[in-house]
């Protein structure tokens, strides 16, 4: 992930005919930021690259990767839905009346993780929502940005896969690069998308990831 910041950092073209040096990261769209770096997540996780860098045979590589494709399955969906969770809580926080804020916590808690709240504690430690430090910071609407930017590095690993049939060749970065790095913040970012992938920003492809269907 933080490669990927690197690379985009040192691959941002700083300098435009015309308007001198200027930093082209200054107010670049958060959640395809994030969705760069994400996508080089992706990297240590795809079977060719763990079949070419990783340690044992390839039936042993093979049969790990399985097991760990199952059981990451229902951790990407928790970790989904507690996203959902925090941005549903931080609208609340903006609408509600903060009397409702701790019950409105456990109503998204049980809602879309299935988690109850203890009725021994509830009213006696600080709640979940309290100790979320992007509510407080200068970081508002950041948990809605994230699910944007998993769309996003979704979307853009599987179109490239599916383009290039392998993500350890150059041409994918290349493009990768070209569409969504060098242009800093001097172009759109929904056009950027359909620019590389064919298609506006969909949630189809996140859902092949959830599902496990993209591994």
Known sequence: HETGHAVHNMSVKQSYTG???VNLLQDYFAPLMEGIAMTFELLPTDPEWLLKYGKGSKAEIKRDYKKWVDKSIPWRAFNMRRQLV???MERALYKEDPKEWTKTWWDLNRKFLFIDDDPETKYT???GWTSIPHYWGNNAGAYQQYIIAYMIRA???QKL???YKSMLKPEPWKEFT???IEPGNTGYWDKMIVK???EELTPKYIMKELKGESL
């Open 19 to 21: 308007t001198g040096d």
């Open 86 to 88: 925090f941005v549903y």
């Open 125 to 127: 430690e600080l709640p």
């Open 155 to 157: 979307q853009t690993y």
């Open 161 to 163: 896969k599916e383009k």
């Open 178 to 180: 070209k569409a969504y």
């Open 196 to 198: 590389l992938t064919g």
